[in-house]
């Protein structure tokens, strides 16, 4: 069984710094594309960042210079290193796995996976 698992979010000031972890778990070979997605109340989720199993990364406008994302492919970890956070970034962030390669007792299958969510908060 795979599992997205999603630590990091919290309260934070504007201006300040957060990092999220996703970590995969599961009888997992690779992990093609790791994304990371947010909500926030009353909007449609967005794409924030993605990063390829070569590490070649894609951010939105609206957080491109501030956010960072990385990945371990030996621990199937990705990263979302946040900075000079804004109110504006506040909402649930969940974490994406494109492309996930499973071999269990011989057998292969590649399928797409979701992270739980979690909160951040940014507020004085």
């Known amino acids: 069984q795979v599992q997205l698992v999603e630590s990091g979010g919290g309260l934070v000031q504007p201006g300040g710094s957060l990092r999220l972890s996703c970590a995969a778990s599961?009888?997992?070979?690779?992990?093609?594309?790791m994304e990371w997605y947010r909500q926030a109340p009353g909007k449609q989720r967005e794409l924030v960042a993605a990063?390829?199993?070569?590490?070649?990364?894609n951010y939105a406008d609206s957080v491109q210079g501030r956010f960072f994302i990385s990945r371990d492919n030996a621990k199937n970890t990705v990263y979302l290193q946040m900075n000079s956070l804004k109110p504006e970034d506040t909402a649930a962030y969940y974490c994406?796995?494109?492309?996930?390669?499973?071999?269990?007792?011989?057998?292969?299958?590649?399928?797409?996976?979701w992270g739980q969510g979690t909160q951040v908060t940014v507020s004085s």
């Open positions: 599961g009888s997992i070979f690779s992990i093609n594309l």
């Open positions: 990063i390829t199993s070569g590490g070649h990364t």
């Open positions: 994406h796995a494109r492309g996930l390669v499973r071999i269990e007792r011989g057998r292969t299958t590649v399928d797409d996976y």
